[in-house]
């Protein structure tokens, strides 16, 4: 796999976490609006439950083809995609902040 290839795969697997997270935060937001007040066990369920899901998605996102890439013998090609990915994710996250506290 060539370089420029894990560049990009990491990029998008980053942004498919951001998009993904960006998903659930305005469903987060907008709960009381969808679902109503939830004052029964299920409210809390329901926020367990997405969190365990929402924590395997992005664990998909994140390791997913790095692991399958290190198993299939492609092991330096796996673990620079997991620390590309990783470093998109912080750069975007660096930036997510700048702009908040420039848009404050």
Known sequence: MKNSKVIL????????VVIYVSIIACLMNNGDKLFGKMDNL???VMFLML????ALITSMLVFGR???LYFEGQKKEGISLLFWTAGWLAV???TMF???VVAK
């Open 42 to 44: 299920w409210g809390p």
């Open 9 to 16: 795969q990491s990029f998008l697997q980053a942004l498919g």
């Open 66 to 68: 790095s692991i399958y």
């Open 51 to 54: 969190f365990i899901v929402s």
């Open 98 to 100: 700048i702009v908040a």
């Open 92 to 94: 975007i996250t660096v």
